[in-house]
C-alpha cells in the first residue's frame, strides 16, 4: 500500500512554441514570491518577496566536458507552465502527517535539456533535466548565487571538501568572504530587507552534494567536489576511517545522458517561524519508493557512546559486554524506550563487521531485547561495510537486528552520494532502518527511502566531549539551517548541565552546556525519527523525574506550529501528536520572558506538565521545576527562560 499522493486538483499546463519575450516570471501560489526568468544571453533567475529584491540576477549554466554550456542560449526555447495541488502524506512524519504540495512551475525546453522552475508558498527550486544520448560528463556548473548588497550570511565554514559537515555558524558580511572560503550546505543569507533565505540542494541522486565558495563580493559560486579515481586510507594507510582522494578526474559527475539533475533550493521567508515549518526539501524530492513500509518504526534510542558504557551500581565490570547492554535494555524496557544502539566495539573489529567480539553476543541481546519490547541497532563504518554490504545485511536481518547507524563518509562526491542511494535501497530490502552519522546532511534521500531515519551532519552533543562549542546560541541556531532540510542526529539528552563558565572538557563523563530545561526542551524543538538519548542509565535513573518526563515526548508530529522565533536568539515550537499538544521553548545566553497564546488548543480544558527552569537556574543549570495546571484555548502562559535556558509543556485533554 503507498499511503503518499492524494491528488486534490490536476495540474494545468499552458505554453508557447517559441520564446517570444525575453523575461518571464512565475509567482507563489500565494502571489508573494516571484522567481523572474531572463533569456537575454543565456539563462539566469532572480526573486522578489512582496516587491523586495531577495536574489540578484544569477546565471544558470551547467557544462559538460567537450565544451557545451547547457542553459548559454536560450535563443530558440519553448516555455511552458504549470500548476499543482496536492496533498502528500509522508511515510515517517516529521512535522506534519500531511503536507500541502502546492506550486506554480515553468519549464524551459531547449531541445535536449531544459530548466525547471518550481514556486511553492515557502520558497522555489530549479533544476536541470537532459535528453542527450549516452554518457555525460559534467565539468562544472555555473551558480553565482548573487544577492542584494549588506546581505549577511550564517557561514558554515569548510576547511575542506573532505568533511563530515559539522560546522559552527560565522556571521559574515557576503562582501568579506574571500574566493578561497567556502561553505557546507544548508547556508543561511539574510537581505538587507530583513529577508532570510535557507539555500541547499534536493533531490540528490548521482551527482555531488554542494559547497559554497565566496567571491569576495555579494555572492557566493558552486564548488562541488570532483570525480575520486584513487582513494586511499588516511594516515599513510593506517586509518580505518579517513580517507584521502590521490587522484580525481576533470569532472564532477558522470551519467547516463537521460537523466533529472538536484533542485537548486531556496527557502524564502521574512518570518523566521517560516523556517521552522518548512518542508520544501522533501516536497522536492523524488517519491516513496518501497512499496510496503509499514515495517518501518521511529522512536527512541539508548544510546552508550556518549557516556562511554558508564553505568554504576551494579556487580559486573561495564563496558562493552552482553551484561552491559542488558542493562541498557532493561533501563530503555522501564521507560518505553524503543531501540538501543551497539555503537564502536560490537564488532571483531571495525573492519570486521561480521563477527561480534569475544564479549558480545548480538542474537542473544536481540532475543533478550525482543522479550522486552526493545530492538537492537548496530553500528559500522562506512568503508568495510560498502565492501560487503548484501552479506552483512542479510546476517544482520537473520539476527533480528532492525537498523545500521553508519559512520565516517567524510565525502560529498557522486561515488559517495550514490553509496547512500544503494545503501539505503538495500538495507529497505531487508527491513533495515539506517541512521547516517558522519554524513551530509538530508537531500531528499529519506523521501524514497523512509528506512533512512535520520542525519547526522550537524555539530550536535557529541562534540562536548571535546569542546565547548555546543552553546546555547548555537542550539537555537540549528533549528534555523540545519534542521530546515531535514532530521538530524544531533543526540540530545544531557545529565550533567553546566554554563558555559563552568563547562569542563571531559571525554569519558561529557557535559552538556544549558539548563537541565534546555537539555529536554530540545526533544519538542529538535527533530529527529529516531531520537537518542545521549546520557548514562545511570544517570538517569538517579533523574527519574527527568527521564520519566522526557520519554513522554514522541519522535514525529501531525502538526507544528511555531509560535515566536528568532534567528540565533530563541525558537518556540508547539506541536501535536493525536490530541496531546508538546510545547518546547530555548533561548540562548540571554534571559527571557516570552508569553504563549494558547488559542490553537481544541475545546475544553486541558492538563499542562510543565518542566522549567528552576529559581536558581541561572547559577546552577540542573536547577528545574516540574509543575502541574490547567489550561484551555483562552489560556495565555507567560514563560520564563533563564539565560541558556528552556521550558517544556505536554498538554493533555481532561476527559
Given at each position: 500500500m503507498?499511503?503518499?499522493r492524494?491528488?486534490t486538483?490536476?495540474?494545468?499546463?499552458?505554453s508557447v512554441?517559441?520564446?517570444?519575450?525575453?523575461?518571464h516570471?512565475?509567482s507563489?501560489?500565494?502571489?508573494?514570491?516571484?522567481?523572474t526568468l531572463?533569456?537575454?544571453?543565456?539563462?539566469?533567475?532572480?526573486?522578489?518577496?512582496?516587491?523586495?529584491t531577495?536574489?540578484t540576477p544569477?546565471?544558470v549554466?551547467?557544462?559538460?566536458?567537450g565544451?557545451r554550456?547547457?542553459g548559454?542560449d536560450?535563443s530558440?526555447?519553448?516555455?511552458?507552465?504549470r500548476?499543482?495541488?496536492?496533498?502528500?502524506?509522508p511515510?515517517?512524519?516529521?512535522?506534519?502527517?500531511?503536507l500541502a504540495?502546492?506550486?506554480h512551475e515553468?519549464?524551459v525546453d531547449l531541445?535536449?535539456?531544459?530548466?525547471?522552475?518550481?514556486?511553492?508558498?515557502?520558497?522555489?527550486?530549479y533544476?536541470?533535466?537532459?535528453?542527450?544520448?549516452?554518457?555525460?560528463?559534467?565539468?562544472?556548473?555555473?551558480?553565482?548565487?548573487s544577492?542584494p548588497?549588506?546581505?549577511?550570511?550564517?557561514?558554515?565554514e569548510?576547511?575542506?571538501?573532505?568533511?563530515?559537515?559539522?560546522?559552527?555558524?560565522?556571521d559574515v558580511?557576503?562582501?568579506d568572504?574571500?574566493?578561497?572560503?567556502?561553505a557546507?550546505?544548508?547556508?543561511l543569507f539574510?537581505t538587507?530587507d530583513g529577508?532570510?533565505?535557507?539555500?541547499?540542494?534536493?533531490?540528490?541522486?548521482?551527482y555531488?552534494?554542494?559547497?559554497?565558495s565566496g567571491t569576495?563580493g555579494?555572492?557566493?559560486?558552486?564548488?562541488?567536489?570532483p570525480y575520486?579515481?584513487?582513494?586511499?586510507?588516511?594516515?599513510n594507510g593506517?586509518?580505518?576511517?579517513?580517507?584521502?582522494?590521490?587522484?580525481?578526474a576533470?569532472?564532477?559527475a558522470?551519467?547516463?545522458?537521460h537523466?533529472t539533475y538536484?533542485w537548486r533550493?531556496?527557502?524564502?521567508?521574512d518570518d523566521?517561524?517560516?523556517?521552522?515549518a518548512?518542508?520544501?526539501?522533501?516536497?522536492?524530492?523524488?517519491?516513496?519508493?518501497?512499496?510496503?513500509?509499514?515495517?518501518?518504526?521511529?522512536?527512541?534510542v539508548?544510546?552508550?557512546?556518549?557516556n562511554?558504557?558508564?553505568i554504576?551500581g551494579?556487580?559486573?565490570?561495564a563496558?562493552?559486554?552482553?551484561a552491559?547492554?542488558?542493562?541498557?535494555?532493561d533501563?530503555?524496557?522501564?521507560?518505553?524506550?524503543?531501540?538501543?544502539?551497539?555503537d564502536?566495539?560490537w564488532?571483531?573489529?571495525?573492519?570486521?563487521?561480521?563477527?561480534?567480539?569475544?564479549?558480545?553476543?548480538?542474537?542473544?541481546?536481540?532475543?533478550?531485547?525482543?522479550?522486552?519490547?526493545?530492538d537492537?541497532?548496530?553500528?559500522s563504518?562506512?568503508?568495510?561495510?560498502a565492501?560487503?554490504?548484501?552479506?552483512l545485511?542479510?546476517?544482520?536481518?537473520s539476527?533480528g537486528?532492525k537498523?545500521?547507524k553508519?559512520d565516517f563518509m567524510?565525502?560529498?562526491?557522486?561515488?559517495?552520494?550514490?553509496?547512500?542511494?544503494e545503501?539505503a535501497?538495500a538495507?529497505?530490502?531487508r527491513?533495515l532502518l539506517?541512521?547516517y552519522?558522519?554524513?551530509?546532511?538530508p537531500s531528499?534521500?529519506?523521501?524514497a527511502y523512509?528506512?533512512?531515519?535520520?542525519?547526522?551532519?550537524?555539530?550536535?552533543?557529541?562534540?562536548?566531549k571535546?569542546s565547548?562549542?555546543i552553546?546555547?546560541?548555537h542550539?537555537?541556531?540549528?533549528p534555523?539551517i540545519?534542521?530546515?532540510?531535514?532530521?538530524?542526529?544531533?543526540?540530545p539528552g544531557?545529565?550533567v548541565?553546566?554554563?558555559?563558565r563552568?563547562?569542563r572538557?571531559?571525554?569519558?563523563?561529557?557535559?552538556g552546556?544549558g539548563?537541565?530545561a534546555?537539555?529536554?526542551?530540545?526533544?519538542?524543538?529538535?527533530?529527529?525519527?529516531?531520537q537518542m538519548?545521549?546520557d548514562?542509565p545511570s544517570l538517569?535513573?538517579?533523574?527519574?523525574e527527568?527521564i520519566?518526563f522526557m520519554?513522554?515526548?514522541?519522535t514525529?508530529?501531525d502538526?507544528?506550529?511555531p509560535?515566536?522565533a528568532?534567528?540565533?536568539?530563541?525558537?518556540?515550537?508547539?506541536?501535536?501528536?493525536?490530541?496531546?499538544?508538546?510545547?518546547?521553548a530555548?533561548?540562548?545566553?540571554?534571559?527571557?520572558?516570552?508569553e504563549?497564546?494558547?488559542?490553537?488548543?481544541?475545546a475544553?480544558?486541558?492538563?499542562?506538565?510543565?518542566l522549567?527552569?528552576g529559581?536558581?537556574?541561572?547559577q546552577?543549570?540542573?536547577?528545574?521545576?516540574?509543575?502541574?495546571?490547567?489550561?484551555?484555548?483562552?489560556?495565555?502562559?507567560?514563560?520564563?527562560l533563564s539565560?541558556?535556558?528552556?521550558?517544556?509543556?505536554?498538554?493533555?485533554p481532561?476527559?
Open positions: 503507498l499511503p503518499l492524494l491528488l486538483a490536476l495540474a494545468a499546463f499552458t512554441s517559441t520564446l517570444f519575450a525575453a523575461v516570471s512565475v507563489s501560489p500565494d502571489s508573494r514570491l516571484a522567481v531572463s533569456t537575454d544571453d543565456g539563462l539566469s533567475l532572480s526573486a522578489a518577496l512582496d516587491g523586495k531577495v536574489i544569477t546565471p549554466r551547467l557544462h559538460l566536458i565544451g554550456d547547457l548559454a536560450a530558440t526555447a519553448t516555455i511552458s507552465r500548476s499543482h495541488d496536492s496533498t502528500v502524506r511515510v515517517v512524519k516529521r512535522k506534519f502527517a500531511e504540495d502546492h506550486y515553468l519549464t531541445g535536449d535539456h531544459a530548466l525547471e522552475i518550481r514556486v511553492l508558498n515557502d520558497g522555489f527550486g533544476r536541470f533535466t537532459t535528453a542527450i544520448d549516452g554518457e555525460v560528463l559534467v565539468r562544472d556548473e555555473s551558480l553565482a548565487l544577492f548588497r549588506g546581505t549577511r550570511s550564517l557561514f558554515p569548510e576547511e575542506s571538501i573532505m568533511s563530515h559537515n559539522e560546522r559552527l555558524y560565522l558580511d557576503l562582501a568572504v574571500s574566493a578561497d572560503r567556502f557546507s550546505t544548508p547556508v539574510t538587507p529577508v532570510r533565505v535557507v539555500f541547499s540542494d534536493a533531490d540528490l541522486y548521482n555531488p552534494g554542494l559547497f559554497l569576495g555579494p555572492a557566493l559560486t558552486a564548488k562541488l567536489p575520486p579515481l584513487t582513494i586511499e586510507p588516511a594516515d593506517t586509518s580505518d576511517r579517513n580517507v584521502v582522494l590521490t587522484e580525481t576533470d569532472y564532477v558522470r551519467s547516463d545522458g537523466r538536484p533550493a531556496y527557502i524564502v521567508s523566521d517561524r517560516d523556517l521552522l518548512s518542508e520544501l526539501i522533501f516536497l522536492l524530492s523524488r517519491e516513496n519508493e518501497i512499496a510496503d513500509p509499514s515495517w518501518i518504526k521511529p522512536g527512541t539508548a544510546w552508550d557512546w556518549y562511554a558504557n558508564n554504576t551494579v556487580d559486573f565490570e563496558g562493552i559486554n552482553n552491559t547492554y542488558k542493562f541498557y535494555i533501563f530503555a524496557s522501564r521507560y518505553g524506550i524503543n531501540y538501543v544502539i551497539l564502536e566495539g564488532s571483531a573489529s571495525t573492519t570486521n563487521l561480521f563477527e561480534p567480539n569475544p564479549d558480545i553476543d548480538v542474537p542473544e541481546l536481540v532475543a533478550y531485547g525482543a522479550e522486552r519490547g526493545v537492537i541497532i548496530l553500528w563504518l562506512n568503508e568495510p561495510l565492501k560487503d554490504r548484501e552479506a545485511f542479510d546476517l544482520y536481518a539476527w537486528v537498523g545500521v553508519i567524510q565525502r560529498n562526491d557522486q561515488p559517495m552520494v550514490e553509496f547512500y542511494h545503501t535501497r538495507a529497505a530490502e527491513h539506517v541512521d552519522h558522519g554524513s551530509f546532511k531528499g534521500l529519506r523521501r523512509p528506512n533512512v531515519i535520520s542525519y547526522e551532519g550537524v555539530k550536535g552533543n557529541e562534540n562536548n571535546w565547548s562549542d552553546t546555547p546560541t542550539n537555537v541556531t540549528l534555523f540545519r534542521m530546515a532540510v531535514g532530521p538530524m542526529d544531533y543526540t544531557a545529565m548541565n553546566t554554563h558555559l563552568d563547562h572538557v571531559s571525554h569519558f563523563r561529557p557535559m552546556i539548563t537541565r534546555h537539555e529536554i526542551a530540545k526533544y519538542v524543538v529538535f527533530e529527529s525519527p529516531l538519548y545521549c548514562s538517569y535513573l538517579k533523574e527519574a527527568s520519566a520519554t513522554r515526548i514522541p514525529v508530529w502538526e507544528t506550529k509560535l515566536h528568532s534567528v540565533g536568539h530563541y525558537a518556540v515550537i508547539a506541536r501535536r501528536s493525536g490530541d496531546t499538544w508538546f510545547i518546547g530555548m533561548t540562548d545566553e540571554e534571559p527571557r520572558d516570552i504563549v497564546d494558547l488559542s490553537f488548543l481544541g475544553g480544558d486541558y492538563t499542562a506538565t510543565i522549567r527552569d529559581v536558581n537556574a541561572h546552577h543549570a540542573e536547577d528545574y521545576r516540574r509543575e502541574e495546571r490547567t489550561v484551555d484555548a483562552t489560556t495565555t502562559l507567560k514563560l520564563q539565560g541558556g535556558g528552556g521550558w517544556t509543556a505536554i498538554l493533555e481532561v476527559h
